[in-house]
């Protein structure tokens, strides 16, 4: 990894207007790019785009949808279109991104629901570009961290995928034999457990070794956003994170 250190934006003071402005944001992703992907793929996972999140290519086009903070865009048959963020609506974006809204479609059990798609969304793209450099900079750590637990036996780990039901990308490592002997590794882009985003690791099975304090929540442990961003490397403290959940179990 280069060794130039990455800083992270403050968050808005205002948190609970952040969970707001988050789930806006979340319900495009799920309804206008997931669903996009889904509809033609029957896959509705989601990847990192430079300045926001995206599908990974799909379709006989090798379609490309991406919600940045410059707005929605649809990469097809090597031609670029864009939709601007402002008083637009769920039905427009999805029509501009080729998604079906009359269609059923569910990302998950705890997916945020369609609405009403012609509500006119305020959609806070400043917030869009914060989540964005929060993955830029989290996403690549993990991966460093998984290259080098793909040494361990039966590490095998899956790959990193942004899930829209819970608005976080994540992937799980194997640290045993058993069927149980895997550990969750996440970057969340915010939630009901917390509401600014954070950095997670969850065993499978119950086992929590080591000091019980770093173990500070019911799935396993987390570390904030504003921790990550208070460190010295930002950067090297969230690959830390990731190796030190799976040094517990080595």
């Known amino acids: 990894m280069s060794t130039s ?5 403050a968050l808005p ?15 495009v992703a799920t309804h206008v790019l997931a669903r996009a992907r889904f509809q033609a793929v029957g896959r509705f996972g989601l990847a990192l785009a430079p300045g926001g999140i995206a599908t990974p290519a799909f379709g006989p086009d090798a379609t490309v949808v991406r919600l940045t903070s410059d707005g929605l865009a649809v990469d097809r048959s090597g031609v670029t279109t864009w939709w601007p963020l402002e008083q637009v609506s769920v039905r ?18 705890d997916s945020p629901a369609l609405g009403d798609p012609d509500e006119v969304l305020t959609i806070d793209t400043d917030l869009i570009a914060l989540l964005g450099s ?3 900079v989290a996403w ?16 095998s780990p899956a790959r990193i995928q942004l899930w829209p039901e819970h608005f976080d990308a994540g992937t799980n490592v194997g640290i045993g034999h058993g069927s149980e ?11 009901e457990f917390s509401p600014e985003p954070y950095l997670y690791g969850g065993p499978w099975s119950a086992d ?13 442990a987390v570390r904030t956003y504003s921790e990550i961003a208070g460190a ?18 080595a």
Do not use: C, K, Y
């Not at 079906?100 to 990302?107: I, Q, T």
């Not at 690549?140 to 590490?155: F, G, M, Q, T």
């Not at 490397?233 to 040094?247: H, K, Q």
């Open 140 to 155: 690549p750590a993990l991966d460093h961290v998984l290259a080098h637990a793909s040494i361990r036996p039966d590490a």
């Open 5 to 9: 250190v990455v800083r992270l934006a």
């Open 13 to 27: 003071h205002d948190l609970a207007g952040l969970a707001g402005e988050r789930a806006t944001i979340q319900r």
């Open 232 to 249: 010295d490397d930002p950067r090297a403290a969230i690959s830390d994170f990731f190796s030190d959940v799976l040094d517990r179990f």
């Open 92 to 109: 427009d974006l999805a029509d501009h991104a080729g998604a079906d809204l009359s269609v059923e479609f569910s990302a998950g059990s």
């Open 208 to 220: 929590r070794p080591g000091d019980p304090a770093f173990w500070n929540a019911p799935f396993g």
């Open 181 to 191: 002997d895997r550990v969750n590794l996440g970057i969340s882009l915010g939630d």
């Open 134 to 136: 929060w993955l830029a």
